[in-house]
């Protein structure tokens, strides 16, 4: 190597430090790319995404044939500047190591830090375009690579410590895909990203939780005079009502409104025909998710259920259309106490219908209220009180300082609720 010109050699070292930095900033953007985008993009004919998305299946050999490279010319760069250090300061004591320091302060600022730092910023960019690179390198180095994995497999079976076999190809788990959905930012819309969460949602949601409660129920009794009937039918803003017979517990059928259309023109309708347009109701156990029930909908055409505890006895009703709002949100703001806009006003208090669910106003006011029991704001104030409370009674529940303003025909109507110290 001393036949070689002293420029020369410069110019080698400077080639190598770049050839260890490009190793250096591959390393880094292969482990630290999004597999998923690399996926998406291979799918839309990505080139250099499916080199990238090969590469990374085999993490061994793609890290054997970085580090390969990388250590060569690590070590070739040293033994090229200790002979530089001979040549410029001779044959001291400390040309050496004056030598040494040299190359690792060269190595550590241009071969590896800043390098590794470009390639942890600019993963996504960088690795389709370094997979080009790589792919070629990979198939000229495969024996030697082969070879000391070898070794590394040997050694990391002795501390049990071995890869297990496909564990690159793990998706992601639901909370997992919840933090990317909420990482998304700007690059998905808002409202699919409410769409999104509400899914991940829906395993702890039952159709107790999204029902229309037995009070709220549209229902007529059979036994009443036909011209009462036939008023209430008139003034019904439901497609479907439901029908018993003297109790409001004894459910007979589901009336559909325009059945009656044809009877109604005619002057037809009566008691007889009312019951001969029932249809048979469709019962659903609380409890149900609302995953299965919907399920339980699609195998059955039904679009609407009564719902029952475990008592048989009716708690509400539950539809197609409360399942659909359940997931994309509501579709009107007329619905008594939907939670939609509801926000802290700037002294910290915020006005809630007593009827609001208690899982939208801890979403939307971002509370901890608890959810094992009561549904709605109205049923947690009643039940930790075991009493109807009057206007005025003032309640903290998990930290929420909670005050009644309006009551209504047993039921808490109206709340002016207080944002916590802690928030």
Known sequence: MDEIPLSMQLVLLASLLV?????????????ASNRIRLRH??????????????????????????????????????????????????????TLEAGALFVTFCLLVFSEISPKVIGATY???????ISYLLTPLLRVAYPVVWFVNLFVTALLRLVHLQPKPGHEAEGLSSDELRAVVLESGHLMPHQHRDILFNLFELKHVTVADIMSPRGEIEAIDIAAPIEELLEQLATSYHS????????PGNVIGILKHRQLVPDAFAGRVDHDSLREQLVEPYFVPS???????????????????????????IEGLITLEDIVEEIIGKFTTSVPGSAKGLAWEADGTAMVDGMVSLRDLNRLLVL???????RTL???VTEHLRDIPEVGVSVRI??????????????????????PSSQ
């Open 41 to 94: 993009q291979a799918q839309a004919g990505s080139r250099g995404a499916r080199l990238a998305v090969a590469l990374l299946s085999k993490t061994d050999q793609l890290l054997g044939v970085i580090l390969l490279g990388n250590t060569l010319i690590n070590s070739v760069a040293a033994m090229l500047t200790g002979n530089i250090a001979l040549k410029v300061l001779g044959k001291e004591e400390w």
């Open 378 to 380: 109205n049923g947690l």
């Open 123 to 129: 993963p996504d960019w960088l690795v389709p375009r």
């Open 287 to 313: 409890a149900t998710p609302i995953f299965a029930q919907m399920q339980f909908f699609r195998e059955s055409r039904q679009r609407f259920g009564l719902v029952v505890d475990e008592y048989g006895e």
């Open 240 to 247: 479907r009502v439901v029908v018993f017979d003297g109790e």
């Open 19 to 31: 050839c260890s930095a490009f190793f250096s900033m591959a390393e880094t953007a292969m482990m």
């Open 398 to 419: 998990n930290g929420v300082a909670m005050e009644i303003v309006q009551t209504q025909d047993r039921k808490v109507k109206m709340l002016k609720l207080h944002r």
């Open 368 to 374: 901890e209220l608890p959810l094992d029991g009561a």
